[in-house]
């Protein structure tokens, strides 16, 4: 298990289940183009690279294990070309995820605690606004892989989760029997022992401990009402992805609605999902005052709403790098809208 605070190390895998994994093999011609990115960057924006560290945060290039900068790095650029046919363009900034790529590596990140942890998640809500969030409910969490008895946990369903991971959990019934308890031993293992992300620059992943635990399952609150995605710029939220599960069809089907930071609608949608109709709930302005404050010690963050038909909004996750650096849109042209009210 990685030691509290010890920098991550990026040779020992993504810790994603093994269906999701993005087995990756990095020649030294990629390590050498690494390298001369690096140099490039380094040349054109000393600005960034060489910029001081400030108290209370934390940047890849000052957390990622030297030695091992190049391989994060000739990774990401691999997972960047792969999404965008092109490198990371950090003087010019043409795409809306070009900023994002920045900011794995040169990004001030405000640590202790980790914003990525889920189970930390509330230290970052400013105390004039705690009564106005929720968080689901969580009835046990753990350190080890050691699951709780039977009788430890009220009958019911639930979701199983990591609290350093994206897309890691499992929806349990519990119960469990004893081969479901078996099922779930290599995942719990994975979740503690192999840090998620920061193979490819998600260093934050990486950075603390990781923990276990069961969370309530919200499912039947959630029909009919958006997940929420509200992106902040220095504590102004500019954009929001309202996002409603497609439940005939799999997750990367979900149907979604982007708007400015006045609620107007936009045309554009993440490529391979649909655009829907929807507008936002009548105590929208209340999550965006949430987001706000929740935001303002960020250059930059997306935080992530779980609405259940309530004027508080449940706090889902901090999302430092969105979608990875590697979010694409239709038509196309949304691609610089979104960038020019998020950045503009």
């Given at each position: 298990m990685q030691n509290r605070g010890a920098p991550p190390d990026p040779t020992a895998g993504d810790g994603a289940p093994a269906s999701n994994a993005r087995r990756l093999t990095i020649t030294n011609a990629d390590l050498d183009a690494a390298q001369r990115w690096l140099h490039a960057v380094d040349q054109a924006r000393p600005d960034l690279t060489r910029a001081p560290s400030r108290p209370s945060y934390k940047r890849g290039i000052e957390v990622i294990v030297p030695d091992k900068l190049r391989l994060v790095v000739a990774r990401a650029l691999i997972e960047f070309h792969r999404a965008h046919r092109r490198k990371p363009d950090l003087l010019t900034y043409p795409g809306f995820c070009d900023r994002y790529f920045e900011l794995k590596f040169f990004?001030?990140?405000?640590?202790?605690?980790?914003?990525?942890?889920?189970?930390?998640?509330?230290?970052?809500?400013?105390?004039?606004?705690?009564?106005?969030?929720?968080?689901?409910?969580?009835?046990?969490?753990?350190?080890?892989?050691?699951?709780?008895?039977?009788?430890?946990?009220?009958?019911?369903?639930?979701?199983?989760?990591?609290?350093?991971?994206?897309?890691?959990?499992?929806?349990?019934?519990?119960?469990?029997?004893?081969?479901?308890?078996?099922?779930?031993?290599?995942?719990?293992?994975?979740w503690l022992t192999v840090p998620y992300g920061v193979s490819w620059g998600e260093w934050w992943y990486g950075i603390s401990e990781n923990r276990i635990f069961l969370e309530e399952d919200l499912t039947e609150r959630l029909r009919g009402h958006p997940e929420w995605r509200v992106y902040v710029r220095r504590g102004e939220p500019?954009?929001?992805?309202?996002?409603?599960?497609?439940?005939?069809?799999?997750?990367?089907?979900?149907?979604?609605?982007?708007?400015?930071?006045?609620?107007?609608?936009?045309?554009?949608?993440?490529?391979?999902?649909?655009?829907?109709?929807?507008?936002?709930?009548?105590?929208?302005?209340?999550?965006?005052?949430?987001?706000?404050?929740?935001?303002?010690?960020?250059?930059?963050?997306?935080?992530?709403?779980?609405?259940?038909?309530?004027?508080?909004?449940?706090?889902?996750?901090?999302?430092?790098?969105?979608?990875?650096?590697?979010?694409?849109?239709?038509?196309?042209?949304?691609?610089?809208?979104?960038?020019?009210?998020?950045?503009?």
């Open positions: 990004g001030y990140v405000p640590m202790p605690p980790n914003p990525a942890d889920k189970l930390t998640m509330l230290a970052f809500v400013p105390p004039e606004l705690r009564d106005q969030v929720q968080e689901p409910k969580r009835p046990w969490m753990s350190q080890t892989t050691e699951l709780p008895a039977d009788d430890q946990i009220a009958p019911g369903t639930y979701y199983l989760k990591r609290s350093l991971g994206n897309n890691d959990y499992a929806h349990i019934r519990w119960p469990l029997a004893p081969a479901d308890r078996n099922k779930l031993q290599p995942y719990l293992e994975r500019r954009l929001i992805n309202l996002i409603v599960q497609d439940e005939e069809k799999s997750r990367n089907t979900n149907v979604q609605r982007w708007f400015d930071a006045d609620l107007r609608p936009l045309n554009g949608v993440t490529t391979g999902r649909r655009q829907g109709n929807f507008l936002p709930p009548p105590y929208a302005r209340t999550y965006l005052k949430v987001a706000a404050g929740i935001g303002r010690p960020f250059d930059l963050v997306r935080i992530d709403f779980l609405d259940v038909g309530d004027e508080r909004p449940m706090l889902s996750e901090i999302t430092v790098c969105d979608y990875n650096a590697r979010r694409r849109f239709d038509p196309p042209e949304f691609e610089h809208v979104a960038r020019d009210i998020l950045f503009g």
